[in-house]
T-cell receptor
Framework: GDSVTQMEGPVTLSEEAFLTINCTYTATGYPSLFWYVQYPGEGLQLLLKATKADDKGSNKGFEATYRKETTSFHLEKGSVQVSDSAVYFC??????????FGPGTSLSVIP | EAQVTQNPRYLITVTGKKLTVTCSQNMNHEYMSWYRQDPGLGLRQIYYSMNVEVTDKGDVPEGYKVSRKEKRNFPLILESPSPNQTSLYFCASMGATWGHADTQYFGPGTRLTVL
């Protein structure tokens, strides 16, 4: 069946370090891919998305490229800040109604 | 302000006592969904609704019921809660975009403890 795998962490980085959170998926068809972020005590909010192969989603300095050949959608940021500390979820939308989330990756950024 | 609201935000109850968690959205979205979030498991879809009077099971529907009598509301009902339903619950809504999925907007969450 369809699934999402992502590194679970926790990940601890120093401020201004480079961030990569890996996400790979298994799905039939042509899914849409999303990254959501959850700040402490809050609900999830969309960070970025890509709806077809080779699309690059970007927002707030974060980027992810939809790689169909490697079935991946890795999240990257060149220089993290303390305010980026949160849990990041990779999500797969196989169709209009079916949603699958990865387990989430907790990120802590220390000054 | 566009938003998804849930009530209550926190609830402690006992095994077998029926409860309802309400969810409401003001964006006129067709699609609504309920998730539970558990450590190490991410978010798992409980039920979803494509429109009024149209609901379907997600990955973990056992022990839950939903209804969609109005477009804006999508309550989650636990007829006989059990301790394994202790979790953090999120409601979400999404506009209808033909052909592909769109962004989901999440509520702030309801933390449920069943003793």
């Amino acid at each position: 069946g369809d699934s999402v795998t992502q590194m679970e962490g926790p990940v601890t980085l120093s401020e201004e370090a480079f961030l990569t959170i890996n996400c790979t998926y298994t799905a039939t068809g042509y899914p849409s891919l999303f990254w959501y972020v959850q700040y402490p005590g809050e609900g999830l909010q969309l960070l970025l998305k890509a709806t077809k192969a080779d699309d690059k989603g970007s927002n707030k300095g974060f980027e992810a490229t939809y790689r169909k050949e490697t079935t991946s959608f890795h999240l990257e940021k060149g220089s993290v800040q303390v305010s980026d500390s949160a849990v990041y979820f990779c999500a797969l939308y196989t169709s209009y109604d079916k949603v699958i989330f990865g387990p989430g990756t907790s990120l802590s950024v220390i000054p | 302000e566009a938003q998804v609201t849930q009530n209550p935000r926190y609830l402690i109850t006992v095994t077998g006592k029926k409860l309802t968690v309400t969810c409401s959205q003001n964006m006129n979205h067709e699609y609504m969904s309920w998730y539970r979030q558990d450590p190490g498991l991410g978010l798992r879809q409980i039920y979803y609704s494509m429109n009024v009077e149209v609901t379907d099971k997600g990955d973990v529907p056992e022990g839950y019921k939903v209804s969609r009598k109005e477009k804006r509301n999508f309550p989650l009902i636990l007829e006989s809660p059990s301790p394994n339903q202790t979790s953090l619950y999120f409601c979400a809504s999404m506009g209808a975009t033909w052909g592909h999925a769109d962004t989901q907007y999440f509520g702030p969450g309801t933390r449920l403890t069943v003793l």
